[in-house]
């Protein structure tokens, strides 16, 4: 299941979260480490954090300081997609 009707999903579990302005992911990091996801890192222009199992990654959250929310493309590509079924087919 996705958050995109009809579209088959993925075997990870894809997380946008939005940061307040002035925090940061990592100031989260004694939670996210309790609760099984890595230390954040930089990929691209925003923070990751992964749940693994061995080495494999079962989870992924993205997190995009409240500046980039509203262009955050992984955000609004399924967004898109939502709004526009033919496009689910291309």
Do not use: Y
């Not at 958050?3 to 894809?14: H, M, Q």
């Not at 992964?50 to 409240?66: D, Q």
């Not at 997609?81 to 033919?86: E, G, I, K, S, Y």
């Amino acid at each position: 299941m996705t958050s995109v009707p009809s579209l088959a999903a993925k075997p990870v579990i894809d997380i946008a979260a939005r940061v307040p302005a002035g925090s940061h992911a990592a100031d989260r990091q004694r939670s996210l480490s309790a609760s099984g996801w890595t230390v954040p890192e930089i990929i691209g222009s925003h923070d990751c954090s992964f749940r693994l199992e061995g080495n494999a990654r079962t989870a992924i959250v993205r997190f995009f300081p409240e500046a980039m929310w509203p262009t955050a493309h992984q955000r609004l590509f399924a967004a898109w997609l939502r709004a526009h079924p033919a496009d689910r087919e291309a």
